[in-house]
């Protein structure tokens, strides 16, 4: 695996773990536990996340997370209650994937894991935010629920064809932009047309 499949790939499960830190955490260790993911030497680092505890406590998380992202307003409080965990989660993540042999390496991988899981996590916060600004519950649960599809499948494709986890850590990082902006145009409309309402 070269370099660049390498840094593909902790940049997309740093990304993905700005939006489901735990679910990434037990998928790739449930996954190599059953030798569906078969790891190259360099990561084999990462075999400590199909310890039977850290699975476990992973599992427990990630269906805590699971409910609460359903449910409105509780998962914005979920989210910053995160805000400081799923960037350290996401640069470990990233740390584990990279060569150990190189400290520099480790050092801007640890780096840009926690930011990449950052600008997922704020990009999400953000766009639930306004998601839950609308008066129904339906689009939260939908908007959840293809967050937990999207983490699942594109973490399978980010170890199974490491030539494109790269465009998938890109890919991701263009979205994650995107709805930060959307974020903070609907709100700015939102809360600057109730700034301009007439005085009663």
Known sequence: MGIMEIIGVAGSVSLLAGWRLYLCIFATGLAMRLDVLPLPEHLASLDVLASPWVMSIA??????EFFADKVMWLDSIWDAVHTFVRPIGGALLALAIVDPSDPAVQVVAFLLGGGASFAAHAGKAGARGVVNASPEPVSNVAVSTAEDVATIGLLW???EYPVIAAVIAVLLLGLTIWLLV???RLLGKLFGSRDNRPPV
């Open 182 to 184: 959307l974020a903070r």
């Open 59 to 64: 599992a427990l998380a990630a269906v805590a």
């Open 157 to 159: 494709v980010a170890y």
